[in-house]
């Protein structure tokens, strides 16, 4: 496999992205398989990696981070992604989903409370926007949160919440006046054992089987008003400003996917013989290879670019939508498309439980669906490009 060098990497990103590699390769590779098939938790993998600085890179140091930039995130979670997309999505919903809306948006005691035991790895922090109901359309929640003195009490189901089981801290968003429709949605900060947040039920899933995924139900859960985050009625805003980072980190998981099976189809292809040759050197197979490969050099190119785009927005309200939508929808799309002839490329073999390429082909969908399907990366790009948002 060529290592095409596209951008000039400092030596903190190489020596990051190596450590990364080295863990991913030793630590998470043995139990993979395992944790997939029974839905287990990787409770000791992702303790580690928060002790190795992976769950903060970005965040500043004051705060428990590694206070390295947003390629640097990129690379990290690159790696640990190319082994198993399931860790990569817990790192992911860590980094960008919980704690870039807590950085960019909370006071400095929210900063201190709520980002650092999940920067450390001593906790986990999830992201709760969607309700049975309200997924695409995010606007149109029903959830309530309603002031009381010093306190709002939250009532609502929230779903598909990544780490929902298991995680200490919740960021969640709900209507705090309904009549103002977006512009009545507020966001706070949810301690997970509080009582009146009671854990759903676990969702099956085809892909990512070891991340935990549930519904939330609050009844009466009474919060501390300090929790809000930011102002009543900045909610949506602030999740949509989130989410532009969440995707970032949804499209460098869908890189890492379609990367593992590039190398393995690559591989193979040059191994397995049919007809006395290598398959490989059929044009059939190498023309496959030769689509799989550019694909995921361009999807690279544009989460790099949309990083970058995302590291100068930093300390200010400039915002990174078009680049970090357009990465996303390519290189989630890029998944599929590589899983799927990695699999054809393996015959029979993609198609067993015996090798890891049916699990890439079961792991690269949801990169399509969560933090906003193709269709919604489709909207924001086009509207934006049409100047109608
Ligand atoms: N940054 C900052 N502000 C933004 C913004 C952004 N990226 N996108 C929109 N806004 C602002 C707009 O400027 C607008 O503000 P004004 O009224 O002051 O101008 C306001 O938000 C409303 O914007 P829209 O009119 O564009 O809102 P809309 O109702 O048309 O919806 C949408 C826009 C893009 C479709 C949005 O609803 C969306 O992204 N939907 C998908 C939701 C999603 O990704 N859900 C995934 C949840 S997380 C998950 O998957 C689970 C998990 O745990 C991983």
């Given amino acids: 496999m060529t290592d095409l060098p596209i951008y000039p990497l400092t030596n903190e990103h190489k020596m990051l992205r190596d450590a990364a590699r080295d863990f991913a390769e030793k630590k998470i590779t043995p139990i993979t398989t395992e944790f997939d098939e029974n839905e287990k938790f990787p409770h000791a993998t992702i303790k580690k990696m928060g002790e190795l600085g992976f769950m903060g ?29 399931a860790h990569g999505v817990i790192m992911s919903v860590n980094n960008s989903l919980y704690c870039h809306g807590i950085l960019k948006f909370g006071t400095e005691e929210q900063k201190k409370k709520f980002i650092a035991p999940i920067a450390s790895g001593k906790a986990i922090g999830a992201y709760s926007l969607t309700e049975p109901q309200s997924g695409s359309d995010a606007g149109t929640m029903r959830s309530r949160a309603t002031r009381d003195g010093d306190f709002y009490i939250l009532n609502g189901r929230k779903s598909w919440v990544t780490s929902g089981p298991v995680a200490d801290y919740f960021v969640v968003f709900m209507m705090t006046d309904p009549e103002k429709k977006q512009k009545g949605v507020s966001a706070f900060l949810v301690d997970g054992k509080t009582p009146g947040l009671v854990r759903g039920k676990k969702e099956p899933k085809l892909g990512i089987r070891a991340s935990a995924t549930s519904e939330l139900i609050f009844e009466n859960c009474r919060i501390p008003a300090e929790n809000l985050l930011g102002v009543e ?75 970058i785009a995302k590291e100068n927005a930093k300390g200010s309200n400039g915002r990174y939508s078009l680049e970090a ?7 989630s799309e890029t998944a599929m498309f590589v899983t799927h002839q990695a699999v054809q490329i393996h015959g029979g073999m993609g198609y067993s439980k015996e090798l890891p390429v049916e699990r890439y082909f079961r792991d690269a969908k949801i990169t399509e669906i969560y933090e906003g399907t193709s269709e919604i990366q489709r909207l924001v790009i086009s509207r934006i490009e049409l100047g109608s948002k």
């Fill in 57 to 85: 890179i970005e965040l500043p140091e004051e705060y428990g981070g590694a206070g390295m930039d947003a390629l640097a995130y990129v690379l990290a979670l690159e790696e640990i992604c190319k082994v198993d997309a």
């Fill in 233 to 307: 009625g900045e909610g949506f805003k602030i999740a949509m400003t989130v989410l532009d980072a969440g995707r970032i980190g949804i499209a460098t998981q869908a890189l890492g996917i379609a990367e593992a099976a590039y190398e393995a189809a690559r591989q193979y292809a040059g191994q397995r013989e049919a007809f006395g040759q290598p398959i490989g050197s059929f044009q059939g197979t190498g023309f496959k290879l030769a689509d799989m490969k550019t694909r995921i050099e361009a999807s690279r190119l544009l989460i790099y670019n949309a990083a």
């Fill in 325 to 331: 939508s357009m990465a996303k929808l390519f290189a």
